[in-house]
């Protein structure tokens, strides 16, 4: 299998884009959004174009069509993280499934009980766990980091009072990747339940649900090539079972009264309202593209991209790369300090050389506190990103300690 | 005008003319299946006896129901197949029925085992009545399912 | 003004397709979901090959520009409907608007309150009620419906229990157009909150939030031309600011600790995750399209086609249009019976003449068993709807009648 | 390279030696605000008096914080601006400033009413790094109105 980033940037139109002073453009924020290859434009447009009827809802032909597609996706991703069709629901996004899983526990949670997340969660798989303790009188505990960003599994938090693990599965700061299954291993061990915010990890790296054993596992189609406004929430079907509905309305329901209404089985259950049938078909679309790369071979490249990015940032005198210095365990998302100058500075300066990178938190405030700083620049790579690209960042930090005079 | 490979002539005659249909005693299982999209209903009685080598085998299955052609005919047409049959052979038919309704149009059915059901092939190539055809039967097997977990006491 | 349908017709790529046999699509079921104009799937696209950033999230040039168009739709979503930018909330749907509106009461609503809908909602806007209701131990009031299908405005149900009333701004069956400037004045005398569905309102007659005074108003981009995957919630900003975070996560904060967290104020507390800038450029782009129409013209060009489908549908006996028999306080929403053919036979016959109609309750299921029927065949217009095509519908159910000899 | 736009010798200055910096007594109001996309931090006090005619002078400001060279450079420009200005005219100063903020680079600023914060005019085109260059004067105006709210008892 060859893997060729020059082939593969052709089929990427935004990359063309010519930026700053027509400065072509060097995109290593993909850990935010991804940029969407034109075959996934095509199918979005496709649908709209040919086969725009609203999903379950008609017994015409577009709408028979749009079912079609659909229910067509919600396999193309069961497939890819290895579950049964009914336990994928379409969400919004990573941040909606996370929600959904915390407020349909609600009923479940009572006060005395623990929800265990950790120091380095996105503020999606943080936020949402915090209120659902408020709601119930749950109290919230959290593993901390090592100084090298690495998770500090310390066992004794996991108790017969843990109702739920929250758990990224690649950290989107310092790329670390937690070890998923002995944590899940432990929690159910002690009867809880185990969701992964798999955000940074479904895109990456090939991904099994069955062997990771965990009950639930979010993310986001535009993180992983495809549109922004569907994301995915993956529950074992009995924990699906086990949980009421979440946003109610139109589709999830089997019989409506006024005086009170009965619900579909999963995956129905979770999902109302016109379906987001066309950002299905633009997802599937990003998945046959992933498939085709093979994720073995993705993961393969962004590991060399970030042991490349990792020797190169060593040897910048005043740079420290947040968490983990080599790539075992470890993503390509590549958080760094520059000593004396501000992460909006030293994005700035390289938004000027037409490379693209994230300022401040990305969303992880606690784990920069933990990791003793305020703020950190970030680049992440994927599939479309080249060695030279790695190697202009690089040359931009160091621009960026000359123009401070850093 | 492919209209008439759907509703075929046989489809029709069982829809105008339904098989079986009323709710009738005495009976070992009633259920109540709702299609969510439309509200079309059954309510399904299943009546067991043990047969001559201890199976179970399907004494009567009545049935009260609102809903389209497609349903009403099939509900008929289902209750053809499976009176008098014992309760696992009856289950066979169910579900060769159910993989013709998801065939899409393209399953060769046997026409040995679902005579007169056949006739639904065509309904397969339109996903929004698939329910609808298999309204009756759901209701049926669940009934039964019931019938046979309420211990073998079937009269 | 001129309307002209045959030029309208042009700019949706949809309407080209050909269906059953080669039949010429004849598109009545906008009210499911509508077909979209070249331009909106065009600025969608161009987002995504020149803009793609995240929006809000980085500092780099595609982040901005992703900002800007995304703000700018807000801008443009306000304007629509005369409110201030800050009263915008973008959610994925009308569906996930009364939800985030039902779920933040949660806390404000008590047992013994009063929550009042009615029986001619669609199920998104009565289950989330029943579902606060159950959560709070409030009670569920309801106006009935006449037998022409219009709203039985009992005052008395509006107390000073009444917490908040919610209403649809037009059926999605019977199209009936409730007088919600009136129920809103008798539901603030009583201190009441009023949160009106405009699912069906919006897309198809000049709204003014400021005229209506109303609390909150939720609609769908789908069915005005826009992309699917996109809702609005307009609330008061007061209104809005006394409302706690629905769905948290990234963005919506303002200081995360592990401890607990602080929100900002609205509409970004509303708003958490990867904003969906690209539907929004989609959405700013229908409405452009639908002000260059003028809204106006729109409610004139479907009264005119409601009032032939109802002449129509008169003159067929069998048939009964449910809801008003005149274009009175009455959108294009023209859901029939036809005695003796079920409504899935109905819209069988229909499909294959090439006419696309919703056979169902259609979300509305209370209704239908208000108005002694199980279910019914709906035709819905819009702006690119023709009296020709009109016609073709009545025709089809005369051919329906005939084919299943009733 | 467009860098020297937005960071001009006279924001670089700032940035270096920040004016007025360090939170001094005494002071009438204090505010700690946050830019809650990186972090970036000031606490900020204000110090009012009596002026000649009555109307409140800001006698001081002073301040802490963490962040950017926009944001440090902005409340050093600030405090230069407002610090011994009655009340009212410094508002109008600050309402000048957010102006030429959300002006999008199209602004013609006062130069006389903003002096050295004319060197911001680049940073308007940058619509990401305007609150790092208001997050001083938003702490100021809020500490301001504050002060200003609790009764005039400014000593
Ligand atoms: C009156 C009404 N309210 C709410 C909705 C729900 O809209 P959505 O599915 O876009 O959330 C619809 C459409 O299905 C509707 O017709
Ligand atoms: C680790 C992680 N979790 C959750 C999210 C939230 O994703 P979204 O904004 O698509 O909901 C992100 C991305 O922002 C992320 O990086």
Redesign the interface.
């Known amino acids: 299998m060859t893997f060729d980033v020059e082939v593969i940037r052709k089929d990427f139109?935004?990359l063309n884009?010519l930026?700053?002073?027509g400065k072509p453009?060097v995109?290593l924020?993909s850990g935010?959004?991804s940029?969407?290859p034109a075959s996934v434009?095509d199918a979005?447009?496709e649908f709209?174009?040919?086969h725009?009827?609203?999903a379950?809802?008609?017994?015409?032909?577009?709408?028979?069509e749009g079912?079609?597609i659909y229910e067509g996706a919600r396999a193309t991703v069961a497939g890819f993280i290895g579950a049964d069709e009914n336990e994928v629901v379409f969400t919004?996004?990573?941040?909606?499934s996370?929600?959904l899983v915390a407020?349909a526990l609600t009923s479940s949670v009572k006060a005395g009980d623990e929800i265990l997340i950790s120091?380095m969660e996105?503020?999606?798989?943080?936020?949402?766990w915090?209120?659902l303790a408020q709601r119930t009188g749950a109290t919230?505990k959290?593993f901390t980091v090592t100084p090298e960003g690495r998770l500090d599994i310390d066992t004794s938090l996991i108790t017969e009072r843990t109702k739920i693990v929250a758990l990224t599965g690649q950290s989107n700061v310092t790329g670390a990747v937690p070890p998923i299954a002995e944590v899940t291993r432990l929690a159910h061990q002690a009867g809880a339940l185990v969701l992964v915010d798999g955000a940074q990890l479904v895109p990456h790296h090939p991904v099994d649900v069955k062997a990771l054993d965990v009950d639930f596992l979010v993310f986001?189609g535009?993180k992983m090539l495809g549109?922004?406004?569907?994301g995915v929430l993956y529950g074992k079907y009995a924990a699906l079972e086990a949980l009421p509905?979440f946003?109610?309305?139109?589709?999830m329901?089997?019989?409506?009264?006024?005086e009170?209404?009965t619900f579909?089985p999963p995956p129905m259950r979770f999902e109302?309202?016109?379906?987001?049938?066309?950002?299905a078909a633009g997802l599937a679309a990003a998945i046959d593209y992933l498939g085709g790369l093979g994720m073995e071979n993705v993961a393969a490249h962004e590991r060399a991209l970030t042991a490349r990015a990792l020797d190169a940032l060593r040897e910048i005198k005043g740079v420290r790369v947040l968490g983990p210095d080599t790539t075992a365990d470890r993503g390509g998302a590549v958080a760094f300090d520059v000593d004396g100058v501000?992460?909006?500075?030293v994005?700035?300066?390289?938004?000027?050389l037409g490379?693209?990178?994230?300022?401040?938190?990305h969303?992880a405030?606690?784990l920069?506190?933990a990791l003793g700083v305020?703020?950190s620049t970030r680049a992440t790579f994927y599939v479309y990103n080249s060695r030279e690209e790695v190697d202009a960042l690089a040359d931009g930090i160091r621009y960026a300690q000359k123009?401070?005079g850093a | 005008m492919q209209l008439e490979s759907m509703y075929q002539e046989i489809i029709l005659d069982h829809y105008r003319n339904p098989h079986h249909k009323g709710l009738r005693e005495p009976f070992d299982a009633e259920v109540h299946h709702v299609n969510p999209t439309c509200g079309d209903e059954v309510t399904l009685r299943v009546s067991l006896k043990d047969g001559a080598d201890g199976e179970a085998v399907v004494e009567d299955v009545s049935y009260d129901s609102l809903g389209c052609s497609i349903s009403q005919a099939s509900a008929s047409v289902m209750t053809d197949l499976v009176i008098g049959k014992p309760a696992g052979e009856a289950m066979k038919i169910s579900d060769a029925f159910l993989e013709l309704m998801q065939s899409k149009g393209k399953a060769e059915p046997d026409e040995d085992l679902l005579e007169d059901a056949v006739a639904f092939a065509g309904v397969s190539r339109y996903p929004a009545r698939i329910k609808c055809a298999l309204l009756g039967w759901m209701a049926w097997k669940d009934a039964t399912a019931r019938a046979l977990s309420e211990g073998g006491q079937h009269s």
Chains 1, 3 share one sequence.
């Not at chain 1, 379950?56 to 028979?64: A, I, K, N, Q, V």
């Not at chain 1, 329901?253 to 006024?258: A, D, F, G, S, Y």
């Open positions: 139109p935004a884009r930026v700053r002073n453009l995109y924020d935010a959004t940029q969407k434009l979005e447009r709209y174009e040919r725009n009827g609203a379950h809802r008609g017994s015409h032909l577009l709408s028979e079912t079609e919004k996004a990573a941040t909606e996370v929600n407020y120091e996105h503020h999606a798989n943080l936020v949402p915090q209120q919230l959290w986001s535009h549109p922004l406004g569907l509905p946003l109610t309305g139109g589709d329901i089997e019989v409506v009264r006024m009170g209404s579909q109302t309202g016109v379906p987001p049938a066309p950002e501000h992460p909006h500075d994005s700035q300066v390289l938004d000027e490379i693209a990178v994230r300022a401040g938190h969303c405030w606690p920069h506190r305020q703020a123009f401070f």
